[in-house]
């Protein structure tokens, strides 16, 4: 039976992948123990080694691999010995199944920047070279040496599924996120609806002038006037409510920006700044005509409601359990 170790960036885009990822894994033929760190692990979710440690406490920005914990790491890795490392771009265990030898994947929204020859068009590395880590050369020759010592980089994107996808670079390949298209219903049908795990106030704020609207959110009990607020963990509601409404809106995950592409919605980001992914999805999305950035809550979105845009499938575009069980 195939071994697998899924490790799971810092990062709330990829909790949600992990979450998506072993739920269409439940129940195949596999093993699959995951390595996550507490900001990307699904609450419930059996995590096998939280990578917090690994990070400096005083300097949790800085990569090293010289402590005691990563050796314990190297050690538990290696006497699991796995057949296949699926990294969401994660530093540590990919370095890890380099020394090992182990066959390594990455699958990572985050390979935007780093597998689309496109991305100097639209002014990431003008605008948000903060963010790019232009200036931390140290950290980007590792991250170039683990992308060149993986056997495939996977770009997790709905980009890949649109009518003309961004042109990829060699040994680069476009993953399908996993995703739900749903039902027409009525009782479904909402004006505004967003996704905001957190409850961003600046989507609240915008939100709240529309009637009948709807966040789906993991704080539900945190009531708002105005606003219905319902459990993002009820997926079912979740794909009819989104299916069924005028106008979608979220921060930029990629996720979220794929729910709506699939089930034929435009939609709008309050984009969250600090992340990257949020900031690259955003910005591709708009240059691509699926979607439009605010800024402020006082932007208007009428001249939004009811857009629609062409959610389509590539016959080339695989999901990531699809090229696991072709091994």
Not at 195 to 217: C, E, W
Request: net charge negative; proline share 3%.
């Amino acid at each position: 039976m195939l071994k697998i170790l899924y490790s799971a960036a810092n990062n709330e885009n990829a909790k949600i992948q992990l979450a998506r990822f072993m739920q269409v894994m439940e129940g195949r033929p596999f093993v699959i123990k995951v390595a996550a760190y507490k900001k990307s692990s699904p609450k419930g979710m059996n995590i096998n080694w939280t990578l917090d440690a690994l990070l400096d406490i005083m300097r949790p920005e800085t990569i090293s691999t010289e402590s005691d914990v990563f050796n314990i790491y190297y050690e538990q890795i290696k006497y699991y010995d796995p057949d296949l490392v699926i990294s969401d771009l994660e530093y540590f265990t990919s370095h890890i199944a380099n020394l090992l030898n182990i066959t390594l994947w990455q699958c990572s929204s985050s390979l935007l920047n780093w597998g689309i020859e496109e991305k100097y068009n639209v002014g990431l590395f003008t605008k948000y070279s903060y963010l790019m880590n232009k200036n931390n050369a140290l950290r980007t020759q590792r991250q170039v040496n683990i992308l060149d010592n993986s056997n495939y980089n996977f770009v997790y994107s709905h980009f890949g599924d649109t009518a003309s996808p961004p042109s990829l670079k060699n040994n680069y390949d476009w993953i399908r996120p996993y995703h739900t298209v749903g039902k027409e219903s009525v009782p479904c049908r909402h004006n505004v609806m967003a996704a905001s795990p957190g409850n961003n106030r600046k989507i609240l704020a915008l939100l709240k002038k529309y009637g009948d609207s709807v966040v789906f959110t993991e704080h539900p009990y945190e009531q708002q006037s105005g606003l219905w607020l319902k459990d993002i963990k009820n997926q079912e509601e979740y794909f009819c409510n989104l299916k069924n409404c005028n106008l979608f809106v979220c921060e930029g995950q990629t996720s979220f920006l794929a729910d709506a592409f699939y089930n034929g919605k435009y939609s709008l980001t309050f984009t969250n700044f600090q992340d990257l992914e949020c900031v690259m999805n955003s910005i591709f999305s708009e240059h691509i005509k699926l979607s439009s950035m605010l800024y402020q809550t006082e932007d208007t979105v009428e001249s939004f409601l009811g857009r629609t845009v062409a959610g389509s499938y590539n016959e080339k575009v695989k999901y990531l359990h699809e090229w696991i069980e072709e091994i």
